[in-house]
């Protein structure tokens, strides 16, 4: 029964998870998996036979998809991995603030959460910014992680 009427309910999201689970064998080759708590894309795999003492084994290579840094992971076929849930979204650059990309979406919202990347990437968007050309960066988000990971010509 209902005594008064003051409950109180916390804020939440929408409830969707970082990640899903997903059969190891299930998985293949340009995937996605999350191996030592980092988003991996899969390069190699292979699967060894069953043996005397049990499963199948799954044997993955993959590369961290934020800094390409290699990880292997060795699991059941049986057993389940975490994926990742992966967003790519491209913006149209519109400034260079204090070390943060000013990406316009298609809609004309604007961002400037994402930080100019200290890599050739970044070097790359910087000339092409001080030259003024037009062009897109590729954003790719995953587990509240996002980093700018590509740059294309803007076609007209």
Do not use: W
């Not at 005594?3 to 939440?12: R, S």
């Not at 894309?41 to 998809?65: D, Q």
């Not at 930080?115 to 070097?123: A, C, E, N, R």
């Amino acid at each position: 029964m209902a005594d008064g009427g003051d409950d109180t309910f916390q804020a939440t999201d929408s409830g969707s998870s970082n990640t899903y689970p997903m059969q190891c064998s299930t998985l293949r080759k340009g995937g996605f998996v999350v191996i030592k708590g980092q988003p991996c894309k899969i390069v190699e795999m292979s699967t060894s036979k069953t043996g005397k003492h049990g499963h199948a084994k799954v044997h993955m290579v993959a590369l961290n998809i934020f800094n390409q840094k290699k990880l292997e992971e060795l699991c059941p076929s049986t057993h389940n991995m975490d994926v990742p849930h992966v967003k790519r979204s491209d913006y149209q650059l519109v400034d260079i603030d204090d070390g943060y990309l000013s990406l316009m979406e298609d809609d004309g919202t604007q961002r400037s959460d994402i930080k100019l990347p200290d890599s050739d990437l970044g070097k790359e968007i910087q000339t092409k910014f001080e030259a003024d050309e037009q062009f897109m960066v590729t954003i790719l988000g995953a587990m509240g992680k996002e980093q700018a990971i590509a740059v294309k010509a803007l076609t007209k």
